[in-house]
């Protein structure tokens, strides 16, 4: 079973930034796609970023283009979300998992999440 562990939210002003990871385990990280999701208050859990398997490919929700950079480590079975330039409207629990495509979107793979780490941006 894999088991995710998110962390590196905190409380940042507008224009700040903050570096996220999820540390997976299993033996076979490398062999899925990643992805970052992320849930406000009262609203439903979207999608943030995806990187392919190898890292070759990478993919983000427009709200956050330009902003935010996804990346992994295989070796160390993390995958990061570096965000900069973060908004009030970032605000929200991020959390990672592994994701496969279906049309244009990005669905968790293996049904299975973190806790969540908390994003908090103030204006």
């Known amino acids: 079973q894999v088991q995710l562990v998110e962390s590196g939210g905190g409380l940042v002003q507008a224009g700040g930034s903050l570096r996220l990871s999820c540390a997976a385990s299993?033996?076979?990280?490398?062999?899925?796609?990643m992805g970052w999701f992320r849930q406000a208050p009262g609203k439903e859990r979207e999608f943030v970023a995806a990187?392919?398997?190898?890292?070759?490919?990478?993919y983000y929700a427009g709200s956050v283009k330009g902003r935010f950079a996804i990346s992994r480590d295989n070796a160390k079975n993390t995958v990061y979300l570096q965000m900069n330039n973060l908004q009030p409207e970032d605000t929200a629990v991020y959390y990672c998992?592994?994701?496969?495509?279906?049309?244009?979107?990005?669905?968790?793979?293996?049904?299975?999440w973190g806790q969540g780490t908390l994003v908090t941006v103030s204006s």
């Open positions: 990187i392919t398997s190898s890292g070759g490919a990478i």
């Open positions: 299993g033996r076979a990280f490398s062999n899925y796609d």
């Open positions: 998992a592994a994701v496969v495509r279906y049309g244009t979107r990005w669905r968790n793979a293996l049904d299975a």
